[in-house]
Nanobody
Framework: QVQLVESGGGLVQAGGSLRLSCAAS????????MGWFRQAPGKEREFVGF????????YYADSVKGQFTISRDNTKNTVYLQMSSLKPEDTAVYYC?????????????????WGQGTQVTVSS
């Protein structure tokens, strides 16, 4: 079992930056690939990005490529989502999730554990 808790969300003006954190507890964090997803009001949850268990591999949705960066610190059991040049369309609840897949995982069903989400609101 893995417990995930996101933090760092909030209200930011367009063009600003935020860094989200996802703290993990439970089973060995470094065994899991980690993903970030987001869900805007009235829309389906969508994939944002993935980082492999050791951090060597990252993969991003086209919509955030070059704008968001995922990193992890296995000594702190934490994964991060650095978001820059934020736009109003980035407004959503952001979720982190853990998967035991060794390859890049983009689908919701590939993830076994989820956090409760953190709200990010970007004002124009």
């Amino acid at each position: 079992q893995v417990q995930l808790v996101e933090s760092g969300g909030g209200l930011v003006q367009a063009g600003g930056s935020l860094r989200l954190s996802c703290a993990a507890s439970g089973r060995t964090f470094s065994m899991y690939g980690m993903g970030w997803f987001r869900q805007a009001p009235g829309k389906e949850r969508e994939f944002v990005g993935f980082i492999s268990w050791g951090g060597a591999t990252t993969y991003y949705a086209d919509s955030v490529k070059g704008q968001f960066t995922i990193s992890r610190d296995n000594t702190k059991n934490t994964v991060y989502l650095q978001m820059s040049s934020l736009k109003p369309e980035d407004t959503a609840v952001y979720y982190c999730a853990a998967t035991d897949h060794v390859r890049i995982a983009r689908g919701i069903r590939e993830y076994d554990y989820w956090g409760q989400g953190t709200q990010v609101t970007v004002s124009s």
